[in-house]
Antibody
Framework: QVQLQESGPGLVKPSGTLSLTCVLSGGSFSTRVWWSWVRQPPGKGLEWIGEIYYSGTTRYNPSLKSRVSMSLDGSKNLFSLRLNSVNAADTGMYYC?????????????WGQGTQVTVSS | QSVLTQPPSASGTPGQRVTISCSGS????????VNWYQQVPGTAPKLLIN???QRPSGVPDRFSGSKSDTSASLAISGLQSEDEADYYCAAWDDSMEGVVFGGGTRLTV
């Protein structure tokens, strides 16, 4: 059973860089699925940030594309998120997820989430 | 403003049937499967069902999903108190080349 666990600083200063890591256990990076980051501002809905394939190919939400990058390390079973030039609007819960799958585009496993606050 | 449109709230009494709608366009719901997620406040979202009415193991068959043209629906029958949660629809979007979510519907039982 796939399990995902996010980690990273809970507090980031404005204009700084948010860096998070998601460790995968109980599975491996697959050729039939992407790996994504999804965030949720306080009291608001879900927003897809972007995804990375096992090959390293990435796709990002156009609204964040200029500030985001993702990487994957298969040898360590983890993938990472970097978001530059953060501001208060980037505050929220950040989830890593398995998906979207190539057949049904679903996110079938989620991490528990990690809270990130942007504040000086 | 979310790409997919959901009603912000829905409610029902135990045992009732409730339906939550999700409206999109030809670039998302009109072309791709729709997935529904359940999020109990304070926890991570959980995959619930898709528009082919396929459920992960462990999801009761009280939940059903469907799609027609550019709209999708989630139906919950035999409503139970533990169904009280936020529900999100999601689909791939060709215009954005990514996944888009609905704004979420808070279900009160």
């Amino acid at each position: 059973q796939v399990q995902l666990q996010e980690s990273g600083p809970g507090l980031v200063k404005p204009s700084g860089t948010l860096s998070l890591t998601c460790v995968l256990s109980g599975g491996s990076f697959s050729t039939r699925v992407w790996w994504s980051w999804v965030r949720q501002p306080p009291g608001k809905g879900l927003e897809w940030i972007g995804e990375i394939y096992y090959s390293g190919t990435t796709r990002y939400n156009p609204s964040l594309k200029s500030r985001v990058s993702m990487s994957l390390d298969g040898s360590k079973n983890l993938f990472s998120l970097r978001l530059n030039s953060v501001n208060a609007a980037d505050t929220g819960m950040y989830y890593c997820a398995r998906g979207p799958t190539l057949s049904t585009f679903e996110f079938d496993s989620w991490g528990q989430g990690t809270q990130v606050t942007v504040s000086s | 403003q979310s790409v997919l449109t959901q009603p912000p709230s829905a409610s029902g009494t135990p045992g009732q049937r409730v339906t939550i709608s999700c409206s999109g366009s030809s670039s998302n719901i009109g072309s791709y499967i729709v997935n529904w997620y359940q999020q109990v406040p304070g926890t991570a979202p959980k995959l619930l069902i898709n528009s082919y009415d396929q459920r992960p193991s462990g999801v009761p068959d009280r939940f059903s999903g469907s799609k027609s043209d550019t709209s999708a629906s989630l139906a919950i029958s035999g409503l139970q108190s533990e169904d009280e949660a936020d529900y999100y629809c999601a689909a791939w979007d060709d215009s954005m080349e990514g996944v888009v979510f609905g704004g979420g519907t808070r279900l009160t039982v």
